[in-house]
């Protein structure tokens, strides 16, 4: 199980290396829509008029790439003020009911994601702006995504058994 875990944290780097990579893509996108709308370089071409539609795409793909690598990290959202008021035991069980809610959540987006995504699929709907995209191409990364996470809780989940009878010690900003 450590190495299914290990192979399963190198995934989530490499992820999350890729979402650095779209990240700096979108950054060379924009500077060059600015410089292009600003400096006429190119005659007859002012800026890249699909470059606002293509970085709102972008950071939604960072933001599903990124996830499960920053949930393995701890380095999500966490609110813990009263985790660390309770008891370490009932902190730790405050944390196997926001690990069994995460989880429930997390099965949840990817049932609702692959419903949205192939009946987006199976209707051929469009998204229609500066591009002509399949709506479904923007929703399948969904579920995929929410999957990942889904495993990761588990791992968490598997993490929490194992450590001391006490609330996570991650993502904790203040000693």
């Known amino acids: 199980m450590e190495r299914t875990s290990a192979l399963y ?10 979402a650095c990579a ?4 979108m950054m060379l996108m924009i500077c060059t829509d600015v410089l292009l709308r600003n400096v006429a370089l190119i005659p007859r ?11 709102e795409y972008m950071l939604y793909f960072i ?3 990124a996830a499960p690598w920053l949930l393995r990290r701890g ?3 966490r609110i813990d003020i009263l985790l660390r008021a309770f008891a370490p035991r009932i902190g730790w069980y405050c944390e196997w009911v926001g690990d069994a809610l995460a989880l429930t959540v ?20 469009l998204i229609i702006k500066a591009l002509v995209l399949p709506e479904w191409w923007l929703l399948a ?3 995929a995504a929410f999957a990942l996470l889904a495993l990761e809780v588990l791992f968490r989940m598997r993490r929490l ?9 991650d993502a904790v900003s203040a000693a």
């Open 63 to 65: 933001t599903l790439l």
């Open 45 to 55: 071409l002012r800026g890249l008029p699909w470059a606002n539609e293509i970085s």
């Open 141 to 143: 990364p969904l579920p």
């Open 161 to 169: 058994q194992l450590g001391s009878r006490a609330p996570r010690d």
């Open 22 to 25: 779209v990240l700096f893509l």
């Open 106 to 125: 997390c099965a949840g987006m990817v049932i609702y994601g692959a419903r949205a995504a192939w009946a987006s699929a199976t209707s051929g709907a």
């Open 9 to 18: 944290g190198r995934l989530l780097e490499a992820l999350a290396l890729v």
């Open 75 to 77: 380095q999500h959202i």
